[in-house]
């Protein structure tokens, strides 16, 4: 027995140590001659926008890729070569001009991360993602810092706009769709903010209390299903602490549960100037600290000399960097790229996905599409004019341009009174001019101010409706990171309200049509007007082509499938998350240097998850409270029918399928959504959970399609704290075959043992 046992560990070692590539080889070398002061430099990058270590042999680090987040650092004696890390989620966000040089430099603004899981279409997520990674490969960039995947747990969240979801499943089929696409191109993705980064507020020192069921079910899954289905190269950390200690700095979470339950096998970053302790880092497993600055190298050095820190633990650090330092385009052999991407052919890709992501969600009478043959438009509301793309910071896109809805209705054919719309450029130009500071700030620490909306009077309005045939009003919204959303931003302001009202009752009077077009980046109030208009198309902030995809809507050119991804609520304070959510509780977020003194600050200093696992329709579904638009609503210029559903289990397998057939006049593309409503008896559960959901093609009148799904009864589990195991317990299971998580059209049970 023995010698057997002896044979069989001399046999793996002998295959492990055989079956090492050249690169883990050439790696091991490679540690081996690096000092530790080497493996502290590669440890740490070379600083915000590679401003901190200037001259290599490569040049000035932040000249290599102007306006990229940050480079690691090369190792001249070993000959190490560097790598170029930039944002973000929407698109490359690099500098769009360089210093003496006559070249432009734009990236595509490509809709934001709302949008795209708005879409359901894991395929058309994957193309956009697929796109961006070649822009970056075109411009040297070789890790794209998306996408952004934290879970919507409050209507406020200053970032929000570059997450995707309320819902777990929906975020983590989304990231790991867009990271396959990114990934296709040889380019690194890096799925973030790794965990519980749900608000902007103190968002650097905020303690997030949150219990292991509600971390384990709504804030992990999502990045659990990323890394599975994505396998991304790489992936950043959050800046907040969860439950006392910094995500950066937690082992349990970089190592045990990410790397040794999920199966991550790549880079973790930090996100910048996050967490304050490198050695309790690198312990992590949190292997780069970025953007990279002097002191954290030296502590590095001094925490392995001093005994608090293990130089193994570095070291396996430094071969996963070197890892992805090695594979990343720049450095395989002969790679050149042409500052050329095909920015032509990625307009056509945003424009087009853009309509995929736009949820119709009213459309009394057939208001929409516009009837052909109309075409005065009269076209109010100043982002109408100054159409907002996406939201600010980090996930913002230095573009060549942005398609305004004036410009989109006019290549599209329609005509809008030139008075009428010089007025209101002439506004937002004022209006602008007067924030100009603000405007025009790049980064994190300013969001791009809104013009308020400008009001107009009955006569002005009453002109228009002798003009025009329909009207369009567009309300918009920034928002951005570094600052969460006031709950006035939530709300319609009097003007806007007024505009609504005054235009809605004038162009009924005449029995002409209203339409009102969301240009935002988060829910926005709408229980108290949705009534007025005809029709409400929430457009998100869809990319540098927005008015061109808003006008492929309108016009009926493209027949909008989006659906909500998070719940519309009528009120903020019927959010289970509103009581514990900095909301208007503005603090200054310091400096990343500096950071805010801990003085116990509710919702500030430490925000306690309450509402547990309860977030989004897991609440309102489960309270039975009344929403304005629920989770996984959108409306179609068509209708389709569900029949035959069918469940069967085979083995561990629940597979589902179900009979979609369109019984409208128009081609559409239908959402299927699978709820499961568990026996509930030994286990508190919501009322229902989103567990998967399917596309179908795009479907002509009376065509239909057998759309099949399968779940594994694991799926159905819940994480039972004191067991620290996922559990499915017994009984009958009801499988809800839906339009939106409160339109079931078809329910099936199945039998759990
Ligand atoms: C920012 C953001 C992060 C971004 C990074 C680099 O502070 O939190 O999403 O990728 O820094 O810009």
């Known amino acids: 027995m023995k010698k057997t046992l002896l044979f069989l560990a001399g046999a793996a070692l002998l295959c492990a140590t055989a079956c090492k590539s050249e690169l883990d080889k050439k790696i091991d070398g490679l540690v081996e001659q690096m000092t530790l002061e080497e493996k502290a430099r590669l440890l740490v990058g070379t600083g915000n926008e590679g401003r901190w270590v200037s001259e290599t042999s490569y040049g000035d680090m932040k000249n290599i890729v102007p306006g990229a987040a940050g480079t690691t650092c090369p190792i001249e004696r070993l000959e190490l070569p560097f790598i170029i890390l930039?944002?973000?989620?929407?698109?490359?966000?690099?500098?769009?001009?360089?210093?003496?040089?006559?070249?432009?430099?734009?990236?595509?603004?490509?809709?934001?991360?709302?949008?795209?899981?708005s879409t359901w279409n894991t395929q058309l997520v994957e193309h956009v993602g697929q796109?961006?990674?070649?822009?970056?490969?075109?411009?040297?960039?070789?890790?794209?810092?998306?996408?952004?995947?934290?879970?919507?747990?409050?209507?406020?969240?200053?970032?929000?706009?570059?997450?995707?979801?309320?819902?777990?499943?929906?975020?983590?089929?989304?990231?790991a769709a867009v990271?396959?696409?990114?990934?296709?191109?040889?380019?690194?993705?890096?799925?973030?903010?790794?965990?519980?980064?749900?608000?902007?507020?103190?968002?650097?020192?905020?303690?997030?209390?949150?219990?292991?069921?509600?971390?384990?079910?709504?804030?992990?899954?999502?990045?659990?299903?990323?890394?599975?289905?994505?396998?991304?190269?790489?992936?950043?950390?959050?800046?907040?602490?969860?439950?006392?200690?910094?995500?950066?700095?937690?082992?349990?979470?970089?190592?045990?549960?990410?790397?040794?339950?999920?199966?991550?096998?790549?880079?973790?970053?930090?996100?910048?100037?996050?967490?304050?302790?490198?050695?309790?880092?690198?312990?992590?497993?949190?292997?780069?600290?970025m953007p990279g600055q002097q002191w954290q190298m030296d502590s590095i050095v001094n925490a392995v000399n001093a005994g608090r820190l293990d130089e193994k633990d570095v070291d396996a650090s430094v071969k996963r960097l070197l890892k992805l330092i090695y594979e990343s385009?720049?450095?395989?052999?002969?790679?050149?790229?042409?500052?050329?991407?095909?920015?032509?052919?990625?307009?056509?890709?945003?424009?087009?996905?853009?309509?995929?992501?736009?949820?119709?969600?009213?459309?009394d009478g057939q208001a929409l599409p516009i009837a052909s043959g109309m075409k005065e438009i009269a076209l109010f509301g100043c982002a109408s004019y100054d159409f907002i793309a996406g939201g600010s910071g980090s996930g913002d896109v230095r573009r060549a341009y942005t398609v305004s809805m004036l410009e989109g209705l006019q290549n599209a054919g329609y005509s809008v009174d030139p008075l009428l719309a010089a007025r209101y450029e002439d506004f937002v130009k004022q209006s602008i001019a007067a924030n100009l500071e603000k405007v025009t700030a790049r980064f994190a620490d300013m969001v791009r101010i809104r013009p308020d909306e400008m009001p107009l009077t009955e006569q002005e309005i009453a002109a228009q409706v002798q003009r025009a045939e329909y009207a369009i009003i567009t309300l918009g919204r920034t928002q951005g990171?570094?600052?969460?959303?006031?709950?006035?931003?939530?709300?319609?302001?009097?003007?806007?309200?007024?505009?609504?009202?005054?235009?809605?009752?004038?162009?009924?009077?005449?029995?002409?049509?209203?339409?009102?077009?969301?240009?935002?980046?988060?829910?926005?109030?709408?229980?108290?007007?949705?009534?007025?208009?005809?029709?409400?198309?929430c457009a998100w902030q869809p990319g540098q082509e927005?008015?061109?995809?808003?006008?492929?809507?309108?016009?009926?050119?493209?027949?909008?499938?989006?659906?909500?991804?998070?719940?519309?609520?009528?009120?903020?304070?019927?959010?289970?998350?509103?009581?514990?959510?900095?909301?208007?509780?503005?603090?200054?977020?310091?400096?990343?240097?500096?950071?805010?003194?801990?003085?116990?600050?509710?919702?500030?200093?430490?925000?306690?998850?309450?509402?547990?696992?309860?977030?989004?329709?897991?609440?309102?579904?489960?309270?039975?409270i009344e929403v304005s638009y629920p989770f996984g609503y959108g409306l179609s210029y068509t209708t389709f029918q569900y029949s035959d559903a069918k469940v069967a289990r085979s083995g561990k397998n629940i597979n589902i399928s179900v009979n979609i057939s369109n019984s409208g006049s128009v081609a559409g593309k239908e959402v299927v959504e699978v709820y499961v409503t568990a026996p509930g008896a030994s286990m508190d559960k919501p009322a229902k959970e989103l567990k998967a959901f399917a596309k179908t093609a795009l479907l002509n009148p009376g065509k239909s399609e057998v759309v099949k799904m399968t779940l594994s009864v694991d799926d159905l589990s819940s994480y039972d704290e004191d067991s620290q195991q996922w559990i499915v317990e017994a009984g009958t299971y009801k499988i809800h075959i839906a339009n939106s998580s409160r339109d079931i059209r078809l329910t099936e049970t199945v039998e759990v043992k």
């Open 131 to 175: 796109s961006i990674g070649d822009e970056a490969i075109h411009y040297g960039v070789d890790v794209v810092l998306g996408p952004g995947m934290n879970i919507h747990r409050h209507p406020l969240n200053g970032r929000n706009f570059e997450y995707y979801s309320e819902d777990p499943l929906l975020t983590g089929k989304t990231a």
């Open 481 to 537: 990171e570094y600052y969460d959303r006031k709950s006035s931003e939530f709300y319609l302001s009097d003007v806007e309200r007024s505009l609504l009202v005054n235009v809605c009752r004038a162009f009924h009077a005449a029995g002409k049509k209203v339409a009102v077009v969301l240009n935002i980046g988060g829910v926005i109030e709408t229980a108290s007007w949705k009534e007025l208009p005809d029709a409400i198309l």
């Open 86 to 117: 930039s944002d973000g989620p929407a698109g490359v966000n690099i500098d769009s001009t360089r210093e003496n040089e006559p070249g432009t430099y734009y990236c595509t603004h490509f809709p934001i991360g709302t949008l795209l899981s």
């Open 546 to 624: 927005g008015g061109n995809s808003v006008a492929d809507i309108l016009s009926g050119k493209a027949n909008p499938s989006g659906k909500l991804p998070m719940t519309w609520p009528v009120a903020l304070s019927d959010d289970g998350a509103t009581v514990n959510f900095p909301v208007d509780q503005t603090t200054e977020n310091v400096s990343v240097a500096s950071r805010r003194k801990d003085v116990g600050e509710k919702n500030v200093d430490f925000t306690r998850y309450d509402e547990g696992i309860y977030v989004g329709y897991r609440w309102y579904d489960t309270r039975a």
């Open 179 to 289: 990271i396959r696409g990114i990934q296709k191109n040889g380019v690194a993705a890096c799925p973030k903010h790794f965990a519980a980064n749900n608000q902007e507020t103190n968002r650097m020192g905020n303690d997030v209390q949150v219990s292991q069921r509600a971390l384990r079910e709504i804030y992990l899954k999502g990045f659990e299903l990323a890394v599975k289905e994505g396998h991304p190269k790489t992936l950043m950390t959050s800046y907040n602490k969860i439950n006392g200690v910094s995500v950066s700095e937690r082992r349990d979470l970089v190592t045990d549960f990410l790397r040794d339950e999920c199966g991550f096998d790549g880079t973790v970053m930090t996100d910048w100037y996050g967490g304050d302790h490198p050695e309790d880092q690198i312990h992590a497993g949190n292997d780069l600290l």
């Open 329 to 363: 385009p720049r450095n395989q052999a002969g790679h050149t790229y042409d500052n050329t991407p095909d920015l032509k052919a990625h307009a056509e890709v945003t424009r087009q996905s853009a309509t995929e992501g736009m949820v119709l969600l009213k459309n």
